[in-house]
C-alpha cells in the first residue's frame, strides 16, 4: 500500500530480499523505522543529527540476518526473556521440561517461543500525529513444555516522542499459564566501540547471577548497589572497559509515569532515552555476539527477570489467568543535549 503524501506520518509495506517490512515514516521529522514480518523484529530507526540521517538501531541489516537473527538483535520475547535454568520450571504444582529428550550442555532455552514466527499484520494505520503497525500471532500454543495457549499482539507506534512499543498478551487456554514480555534492543550511538558512550540505569539493585547468567537461588540474588561500584550505573558514566551482561531491578520511576535508561555520547551530545513503565532492565556491552562486538549495547527493558518462572518472588508478575490480558510498553526516545 501507498502512504498518503499528504499527511505527516506514513505506513507502507515493503521489501527486504526476500523477506517482508513494514515501514513508519515521519516526513516532518525525517525518521524512518523498519520492522521485520519475521519475529516483528525492529530492523532500524533513523533520526536526522548534524546534518546527516543516523541510524540508531544496530538491527539485522539483510534477509538472512533477520531470518539466522544472530544476537537476537531486537527480538520479541514471550511468554518469557532470558534463559531459564536447564529448560525446566514448575507451575501450579506441575514440573515442565522444554527440551525433553534433551541431555548435557544441548539443554538450552532462551528468549521465548517467537523469534522464528511470521507475525500478520493486524492494521496499519497514520495521520498526522504517528504511524502505527499491528503485528499479531497465535503462535504460542501447547507444545513441550509449555501446556498454554497465548495470542500476541506487538503494536509499534512512530511519533513525535519517539517509538513506543506495546505488548498485548492474551491468555486464550482454559488454565493459568506463565507469560511474561521482554524486548532485545540494540543501540549504536556512533562509530566504534561502546567505551566511551556514558551510560545510566536508575536502579537500586543489582542481580547476581552465575557462570551460567541465571540469578543466584534466594535473596543471594539481589545486591544493593552500593556494594557493587563497578557495575553501578545510578550517575551517567562512562561504559569503559565494563562487561555488562546484568539485569538491573528496584528501578526509579520519573515524574510522567517512565522509568528511563539513557545512553549518550558525550563527544557529540547525542543520546537516547529507554523507558518502560516496570519491570527490570539488562544491560548488555555484546561482547560475545559473532558480529560488531562492543560495538553496539542491548537495553533490554522486561517485565521481569530472567528466569522468572522459577522465581517465587515473580510468581504473581507471571502468571495470567485463562480470558486475562496483560499489556506492557517501553519504548525510546531521542535526546540531544
Known sequence: MAALSALRYGVERAQLGDQAIVVLTDRIGDRRVRIAQHGAALLSFEVPFEGAMHDL??????????????????????????????ARYRFDGQAQDLQPGVVGAERASRHGFVRDTEFDIATLSADDHRAEVSLSTTAIRPQPGYPHAIDLSVIITLDAGGITLEARMRNVGDSAAPCFFGWHPYFRLADGLVDGWQLQIPAQTLIRTGADLIALPGAAAY????????????????????????????????????IRTRLRDPFNGFGIAVWQERGVMHAFTADTVSRDARRSIALEPMECMADAFNRPECAEAIRLEPGAERRFRCGVEVELS
Do not use: C, K, W
Open 57 to 86: 538501531a544496530d538491527g539485522h541489516r539483510d534477509a538472512a540476518e533477520i531470518v539466522g537473527r544472530p544476537g537476537s538483535r531486537f527480538a520479541i520475547m514471550v511468554p518469557f526473556a532470558g534463559r531459564i535454568a536447564d
Open 223 to 258: 545486591v544493593a548497589l552500593d556494594n557493587a561500584p563497578a557495575l553501578d550505573f545510578r550517575e551517567a558514566r562512562r561504559i569503559g572497559d565494563s562487561i555488562l551482561d546484568q539485569g538491573y531491578t528496584d528501578l526509579d520511576i520519573e515524574a510522567d509515569g517512565r
